[in-house]
């Protein structure tokens, strides 16, 4: 499932039970906010990627996909118009923006 | 409406019982998602953009007050308060969590509805005319014959693993609000010189990445072998359709590549053999499924109505609501209603909760219960008396739901694009947004007329940009969201395909574009000349000079 992509890149999946975008993070959990995110390239990422398949072997996510990042400081966010929309919900319902979804968060 | 017996009634529960089973092995770790994948798109439930997303048959785009209420309780209960109806009539709830899922199954299988086949390489949900049995241009009601259609391709075994998805419409008025060329099959109910139902059968139209116009292989197919001409179609398609390579393994590019005349040459052949063998089912079932579609027993009304004469005349919004929202019914003091899900600034074709409710509440009171989706992505109120119009509209204005914008600029077909799907390219909602915002204004609207906006977020055509009078394509430019204009397209019985214009825009320009195309037309058009017609007339060389020139 790694595609070749130059740079540096983060780790993007779904978690099973609610299909939500999820990132993985650099205590090696999954996260839907990108401030919490892992990065990396070359063995790094390699490292980062063999992580983050146990989960996927562990029934807690899927479609695990590696992403172009952009680094700002020491966060990554991804580079691509459809990674960022996954990373920040619908942009035309803002209320259901998973920064904010704090209801939906509780159920 | 059609009701379940109980062969309908075990499918469905029966279904629901295996999917709640396989849920629970796939959560358990029982089930890799390599092998649930196909097993859940079997039951309509993809993984989406951010999440999964369930899609919901709605059969030829008919439903009751009671399934539309249960709707809203699935949007409410399990989702996040909405829902998004669609080109096929369907609708789809954004946020389902997976555990949750065979809940929602069961609590749409006891409305007797459900999801399956809406996803998959099957004969997907068979759409209709939004009027069907309520429009006095009809030569007879199809949707006896989508519910045959229904029932003989759920779970029929042999097609359903066909090379690519496989989409039916049908029709039985001459003005095609079912976009029939477009499909894979289309039907059009035909009357013969004995006065005998039969269809015309159009096959191998479609949009996507290559858009292809159907052709019609038979101009008249008597009624009783309606079924085993389809199996014929299929049978044809399933054998020699490509499956090496899914970007050519529609049935248009079968039809194109062999030949309208060729394949339907070999159709016959196969019918032939076929065409005895019990496949149609006997006119007295014909008979029974008809019975359930019969017209309402409506009381006679006037031909007009005092008070909504009266209402219009202090309101202009209402008369326009009036003019552009009603169409005629086929008994007198009756009117179709269409209410409009593109609310200027709003998400074309989402409906809240509470906006369901209030459909199924104004069903219940004055039109029968019954519902109708349209493929244009709005709803329907059938049989609706005259004189009721002012109270429905100002529930319906009360709700968001009263805009009189139906078959004007503003009603676009929109996918849900880059805000919601995997695959698109670019964002499609907020592109109507912005021209809704830009043509805000009702008189304006009304004078620029009849015109048909078509936009897709990707390639695959979901927002029918081929057909569109006007179609915008988003695409990805190096990242970036770019979007191509096409102009001339046509999804009605004049089926025409749509010619890009020029270079791409950004999401401003597009914006822009559309509204210069809109400034030509105005200023060239003849009296009465709807804007297709124009550019029929005048060919799309003015309207590039307009746009890219003056850049």
Redesign the interface.
């Known amino acids: 499932m790694a595609k070749k992509i130059k740079g540096p890149q983060m780790i993007l999946a779904n978690r099973l039970d609610d299909g939500r975008v999820v990132f993985f993070t650099k205590d090696g959990g999954w996260n839907s906010d990108t401030v919490f995110a892992a990065y990396g390239e070359g063995e790094t990422l390699e490292a980062l990627l063999v992580e983050a398949d146990k989960s996927a072997a562990n029934n807690l996510i899927v479609g695990t996909e590696l992403i172009g990042a952009t680094i700002d400081g020491d966060q990554a966010y991804p580079s691509h118009i459809k990674h960022i929309m996954q990373a920040k919900g619908p942009s035309v319902r803002a209320d259901l923006g998973y920064q904010v979804s704090a209801d939906w968060e509780r159920r | 409406m059609y009701a379940y017996d109980k062969f309908d009634r075990s499918l469905v529960d029966i279904r629901v019982a295996e999917f709640r089973d396989q849920v629970e092995r ?4 029982d089930l890799t ?1 390599e092998e649930f994948r196909p097993i859940r798109l079997m039951n309509g439930l993809y ?6 997303m369930l899609r919901v048959a709605v059969p030829y785009g008919t439903m009751s007050g009671d399934q539309m209420r249960r709707l809203a309780h699935i949007a409410r209960k399990y989702d ?1 308060g909405y829902g998004h109806f669609t080109t096929r009539q369907n609708i789809q709830f954004n ?1 389902p ?3 949750e899922t065979p809940d929602i199954l069961a609590e749409l299988a006891d409305v007797e509805m459900h999801a399956i086949q809406t996803s998959g390489n099957c004969i997907r949900n068979v759409t209709s005319d939004q009027f069907a049995g309520a429009t006095a241009d009809e030569i007879a009601d199809p949707r006896p014959y989508a519910e045959l259609l229904r029932q003989w391709s759920s779970f029929h075994p042999e097609f359903s693993f066909l090379p690519r998805k496989f989409k039916f419409a049908i029709t039985g008025a001459d003005q095609d609000r079912a976009a029939v060329k477009w499909h894979d099959i289309g039907l059009i109910v035909r009357k013969n010189d004995a006065g005998e139902i039969g269809f015309e059968v159009i096959v191998g139209g479609g949009m996507g990445r290559t858009p292809v116009i159907g052709k019609t292989i038979r101009e008249f197919l008597p009624e009783k072998d309606f079924l085993s001409y389809q199996e014929a179609i299929l049978r044809v398609y399933n054998e020699q359709g490509r499956r090496d390579n899914k970007y050519k393994a529609r049935i248009k590019i079968l039809v194109e590549a062999m030949g309208a005349e060729e394949f339907a040459r070999q159709v016959e052949v196969e019918w032939e053999k076929i065409k005895d063998s019990h496949i149609d089912v006997p006119q007295e079932e014909v008979a029974r499924i008809q019975a359930f579609f019969q017209p309402p027993e409506l009381a006679n009304q006037d031909a007009t109505s005092a008070v909504t004469s009266e209402f219009a005349k202090k309101n202009f919004i209402f008369a326009s609501w009036l003019q552009n929202n009603t169409n005629a019914h086929k008994v007198q003091g009756y009117v179709n209603i269409t209410i409009s899900l593109k609310p200027h600034g709003g ?1 074309p074709g989402d409906a809240s909760a509470e906006q369901m409710d209030l459909v199924a509440a104004l069903s219940d009171e004055y039109s029968q219960s019954e519902i109708r989706v349209s493929h244009e992505q709005n709803l329907i109120l059938p049989h609706v008396a005259l004189k009721d119009l002012p109270a429905i509209w100002a529930d319906l204005d009360e709700a968001g739901l009263g805009t009189a914008n139906v078959g004007l600029l503003t009603d676009m077909i929109v996918c849900p694009g ?3 799907c995997a695959l ?4 499609s ?2 592109i109507a ?1 912005a021209i809704t915002k830009r043509f805000d204004d009702m008189k304006r609207l009304q004078d620029i007329g009849p015109i048909k906006v078509k936009m897709s977020g990707c390639i695959n055509a979901c927002g029918h940009h081929h057909a569109g009078h006007i179609g915008i394509l988003g695409v ?1 430019r190096k ?3 770019m979007y191509q204009l096409l102009l001339g397209g046509s999804g009605a019985e004049d089926a025409t395909k749509a010619a890009i214009l020029g270079p791409g825009f950004d999401e401003h320009g597009i914006v822009d574009a559309l509204e210069k195309v809109v400034a030509v037309y105005l200023g060239v058009r003849e009296d009465g000349e709807e804007f297709l017609s124009t550019y029929r007339r005048i060919g799309a060389q003015v309207f590039k000079e307009a746009v890219y020139d003056a850049a």
């Open positions: 796939r959560v358990k770790g998602e993984l989406q953009l951010h999440a999964y996040k946020w969590k997976l555990s998400i880059l805000d919601y698109a390219n670019a964002r909602i907020p947004q990805d990242g970036q969201e």
